[in-house]
């Protein structure tokens, strides 16, 4: 007969990736864990890891059994936890998102949830990597990765625009000469300013450029923040220019703080996707976080 200790630290490894943090979660001694692994694995009767030298990488059983059991070990930590206590705790749900998006636009929609939320800010692949890992149970995602136990649902769209300090504007003839069509002289004078951007690879910006002038931007950035926030900032105190989401921008824009530089014929944007695992598609907290991010 199968310990329920033993599917508790099984559970632990495979979110921490370690013995060693799923011990510390559990408050428990490596060795105990080591052991209750062990035996559930002789029980099972095949390895539900790969042992790597500083990770624990879940098999193909070991995610099959993951996903047969958390959602039944979860609920009935959560009955334990409310025993004596004469009231029931509303659920969690471990939410992943962009720091920017959740605040500006994602914060707003959440207070119908009956929820306990936990929120963890990061890049899409940071995040999907704890999503596959069990981490976490829901995040808002910048691009579709490919994985065959996650499914990724549309939930919005985010429009781009190039912006500058307030005191700068694009020449009039090279706008009027990008509305004829050419864009060289613009995309040279664009490129000989000093820009802004979210990290070394230009990623925001490198969007932009492609779409806009079919080739990767040929420069580098003069300031690199990794925060939306701290760029809008240093945009509008003169550091340079760059190119943010429109939810950031509008409130400044309209107030003469930042100046819209340039407008391409067709606007660029970047799909938002709701990403879960497949087995919780019917998971009432999943199924209530895409009604509230669709509506």
Avoid at 36 to 54: D, I, M, N, Q
Wanted: hydrophobic residues 45%; glycine residues 6%; aromatic residues 8%.
């Amino acid at each position: 007969m199968v310990d329920l200790e033993w599917y508790r630290s099984f559970i632990a490894v495979y979110r921490a990736g370690t013995v060693s943090g799923a011990a510390r979660s559990l408050l428990l001694t490596q060795p105990a864990v080591t052991q209750h692994l062990a035996a559930l694995e002789a029980a099972v009767g095949e390895p539900l890891f790969l042992r790597a030298p500083r990770r624990m990488i879940p098999t193909a059983r070991g995610k099959e059994l993951y996903n047969q059991v958390v959602q039944a070990i979860e609920t009935l930590e959560q009955v334990s936890q409310n025993l004596g206590t004469g009231q029931e705790h509303p659920p969690l749900l471990r939410c992943g998102a962009p720091r920017e998006y959740f605040q500006e636009q994602m914060l707003k929609r959440l207070h119908s949830l009956p929820y306990r939320l936990w929120l963890q800010f990061g890049e899409t692949a940071d995040l999907v990597n704890d999503l596959e890992h069990g981490r976490l149970e829901a995040v808002v995602a910048t691009q579709q990765l490919a994985s065959r136990d996650l499914e990724f649902v549309h939930v919005d769209e985010e429009y781009f625009v190039l912006v500058g300090p307030a005191t700068l504007a694009v020449p009039e003839e090279l706008q009027e000469a990008a509305a004829r069509g050419e864009r060289g002289p613009l995309e040279e004078w664009l490129a000989g300013q000093r820009w802004v951007g979210y990290g070394p690879e230009l990623p925001i910006i490198r969007r932009f450029w492609l779409h806009c002038f079919e080739r990767r931007p040929p420069f580098q950035a003069a300031l690199v923040l990794p925060d939306l926030h701290a760029i809008r900032l240093a945009i509008e105190q003169g550091y340079g220019i760059s190119v943010l989401p429109d939810y950031l921008c509008r409130g400044l824009l309209e107030e003469g703080r930042l100046r819209l530089l340039w407008e391409p014929p067709q606007p660029v944007t970047n799909e938002l996707w709701l990403a879960y695992r497949r087995i919780d598609r019917n998971d009432a907290r999943i199924r209530a976080l895409k009604r509230v991010l669709l509506s």
